[in-house]
């Protein structure tokens, strides 16, 4: 089973997973709303009187929440797609597969 997911990984899963994530995002009007208050928060914090060590602290904060989560984001949808297989394995529908116990 990992080298099923191993497999569609290398074959582009993940221009796939953007291209599918990005398509439901962009329709989804919760997170639109979202990114719209991000900007707005964004423009505030630029201007707040930092230092430029304390911009530099609160960027690099920033930037490893956004990775984390984006990378946990990629995780998750992979698991989708790793427990629907198993699920489609266990139910007979996809052969030559083997299920993972």
Request: charged letters at 35%; hydrophobic letters at 35%.
């Amino acid at each position: 089973m990992n080298k099923l997911i191993e497999d569609l990984i290398k074959k582009g899963m993940g221009n796939f997973m953007d291209r599918s994530r990005d398509a439901l995002a962009w329709a989804d009007e919760t997170y639109l709303n979202d990114r719209r208050d991000e900007k707005e928060l964004e423009r505030r914090y630029g201007n707040l009187d930092l230092t430029k060590e304390q911009k530099k602290v609160m960027n690099d904060y920033v930037a490893c929440t956004l990775s984390s989560n984006q990378r946990y984001a990629d995780i998750s949808y992979m698991c989708g797609i790793k427990d629907t297989v198993s699920m489609l394995v266990s139910l007979g529908l996809i052969k030559g597969v083997e299920a993972e116990e």
